[in-house]
């Protein structure tokens, strides 16, 4: 948690961000940073803070400069407060061939925001997002570690009341749903 | 029904535990290299495949490993680039999520031939849940002594690790994505020196795709003299076809090259042909980098000849009348999609993911989109579509990285080839603005 408490991780996530930067030859801890960076988005509060980015660096050992350098370039972490399920829908060409400007304003209609922008409640946060490598199965959402394909107006429905009704923060690190092959 | 290398076993039930996975043949390679073959043996069977990269740039991989420096005392990498996110691209999701062994045995035997102790695969960070697959994959593999010290008995020691991203489409390029591995912003380097020479951590390291890495099992069960009878001419094997857009049954396809385009769109054994039984418009064969080409060009060769799914034959006519093969994302569009749209929303799509680093892909990028907004918007005139010919001809070639090219390309061929089109939106605004210039998700029938 980032209101107020100390920032520190749980003893598992510090054990596994341990065993990550064994992956690598010795001095290039940095290489677990985009990992590490996942774990920490996961665990406070869904996007990264000044003193969560000062802490990943005091863990890996670099300079908190170096962490702000990497985490502002990748569009997966959010430098910003989120709602606790982040909605990314796919908007680039095959999603959009088949309907995914429809799935975009149909969600903006129901959670009553724009894209970018989070529910009153800290519940939704509506992005558009390139290409998620769904193209055979579009339009599709992705929401935490989860892929929505093949959606529908009904789909994308009864999805946003399932994650409402669980109330539970979604991350990419969260263990998938199992999927249908 | 065209021979299938990589995806053969795909429809196997638990073909993704490593106890079917074996049962089926798994691990033979690794085997067969190990015990049986040296390192140099391996480069060169994988030379005499002919197998070009998969990924999208179609280099000749056999060619890319012999490039790979040796220096004595000097660590050596091989990196598998699972970061594919070129729109109109799924087939390495597809090949890691059904059979994820087959990338790890491909892994270890590529590894083998490149003299490597410490390999990685890159894979995109929204594609979180498949390196959970592969790290399970990663786990069974080291348990049955496939990874770790001493593999199967043999001298040889390799350790596999997988590295998640985090959003970023410049990461699939291979400087940037080695930058990001090394936990960095990934802005792509200059070349030389290449990877070759200077790659991971300084060391010489080879970055292949993963649809390449896992055709070197077949290749070295098989021999690189049969991998080379399958196909056409100097494209050779076979190749994962991602199809998507308005076709009747989207997905991954392995093909024989050499599959001629039309019988790809319409045969039942793959796209099934157009969805609602419209009429084919256009397609972007290989991802959306690749130059859009018409109904009639995408068939047919400028020269009357029947269009082949190969490297040499959907080149044929140059960007004039030709396209490339690419990644093999091949988006098909019918009558009722707007080509002006469609370019929108790529010039959208490569504003977003240029990195920033070169001014004219920075610039141009975001410029191209803005011009193309007003066309859409119906302000547009005669004169933006000649701006946006003359910005697309300033980013080609003057970039670090091939993002510029990628950028330019779609935008010069979709006016070559629909010119009127643009004009149309210019010309009257007004009727273009009335028309349901795109599929609207309430009309399609699922």
């Given at each position: 948690m980032t209101n107020g408490k100390e920032i520190k991780f749980s003893d598992d996530s510090l054990a596994l961000v341990q065993r990550m930067m064994k992956r690598y030859p010795e001095g290039k801890q940095k290489s677990a940073l985009i990992p590490v960076l996942h774990i920490a988005q996961a665990e406070f509060d869904g996007w990264l803070s000044g003193p969560v980015m000062e802490y990943v660096a005091s863990v890996l050992n670099i300079l908190p400069v170096e962490v702000f350098e990497t985490a502002s370039?990748?569009?997966?972490?959010?430098?910003k407060p989120v709602g606790k399920c982040v909605i990314e829908v796919c908007r680039t060409s095959s999603c959009w061939l088949v309907g995914a400007e429809d799935v975009i304003s149909h969600l903006e209609k129901k959670l009553n925001i724009k894209v970018g922008q989070t529910t009153s409640d800290g519940m939704f946060t509506l992005k558009s997002v390139e290409c998620l490598g769904s193209c055979g199965t579009a339009p599709m959402m992705q929401v935490g570690a989860d892929y929505y394909e093949n959606l529908t107006l009904d789909k994308v429905d009864t999805l946003v009341e399932k994650f409402r009704s669980e109330g539970k923060r979604k991350s990419y690190t969260d263990k998938a749903e199992p999927r249908k092959l | 029904m065209g021979k299938k290398l990589l995806l053969k076993n795909d429809h196997i039930s638990g073909i993704q535990s490593y106890e079917v996975y074996r049962q089926n043949g798994g691990y033979a390679s690794v085997e067969k290299a190990l015990k049986t073959m040296t390192p140099e043996a391996v480069v060169e069977e994988v030379k005499k495949s002919g197998l070009r990269g998969r990924?999208?740039?179609?280099?000749?991989c056999g060619m890319k490993w012999s490039f790979l420096a040796k220096p004595e005392g000097v660590a050596r990498y091989l990196v598998c680039?699972?970061?594919?996110?070129?729109?109109?691209?799924?087939k390495d999701r597809y090949l890691m999520e059904r059979i994820p062994h087959l990338l790890i045995e491909g892994m270890i035997t590529a590894s083998y031939a490149l003299g490597c102790s410490n390999s990685y695969i890159y894979i995109r960070g929204e594609y979180f849940y498949v390196s959970r697959i592969l790290e399970n994959a990663i786990a069974e593999a080291y348990a049955n002594g496939w990874l770790g010290k001493n593999i199967q008995g043999t001298n040889y020691s390799l350790d596999l690790h997988v590295q998640v991203g985090a959003g970023a489409y410049i990461c699939g390029e291979e400087t940037a994505l080695l930058e990001s591995l090394e936990g960095k912003r990934g802005n792509p380097r200059i070349k030389p020196p290449f990877p070759a020479i200077a790659?991971?951590?300084?060391c010489p390291t080879v970055v292949n795709n993963v649809e390449t890495i896992a055709a070197v099992v077949p290749i070295v069960n098989e021999g690189g003299d049969e991998y080379a009878k399958i196909g056409i001419g100097k494209s050779t094997g076979t190749k994962l076809i991602s199809a998507s857009g308005h076709i009747n049954k989207p997905g991954v396809y392995e093909i024989e090259m050499g599959l001629p385009v039309e019988e790809f769109i319409y045969s039942e054994e793959y796209c099934g042909g157009i969805k609602g039984g419209r009429k084919l418009k256009a397609?972007?064969?290989?991802?959306?980098?690749v130059p859009i080409l018409p109904a009639n060009l995408i068939l047919k060769t400028a020269a009357g000849e029947p269009r082949l799914m190969s490297y040499e034959s959907l080149a044929d006519g140059g960007f004039a009348t030709g396209t490339m093969l690419g990644s093999g994302g091949f988006i098909v569009m019918d009558e009722s999609t707007s080509i002006v749209k469609n370019l929108w929303n790529f010039s959208r799509f490569y504003h977003h993911e240029s990195c920033g680093q070169c001014s004219p892909c920075r610039e141009g990028t975001g410029w191209m989109e803005k011009v193309l907004h007003k066309i859409l918007d119906g302000h547009g005139t005669i004169e933006d579509i000649d701006l946006l010919w003359d910005i697309q001809s300033k980013i080609e070639g003057k970039t670090i990285c091939p993002l510029g090219d990628a950028a330019a390309w779609p935008v010069a061929s979709a006016i070559r080839h629909f010119r009127s089109e643009f004009e149309e939106y210019v010309k009257q605004p007004k009727s273009i603005q009335d028309v349901k210039h795109y599929y609207r998700l309430q009309e399609a029938k699922f």
């Open positions: 370039f990748y569009s997966m972490f959010n430098l | 990924g999208g740039a179609g280099f000749p680039n699972a970061d594919e996110s070129e729109p109109g691209t799924f790659g991971l951590y300084g397609v972007v064969a290989g991802g959306s980098s």
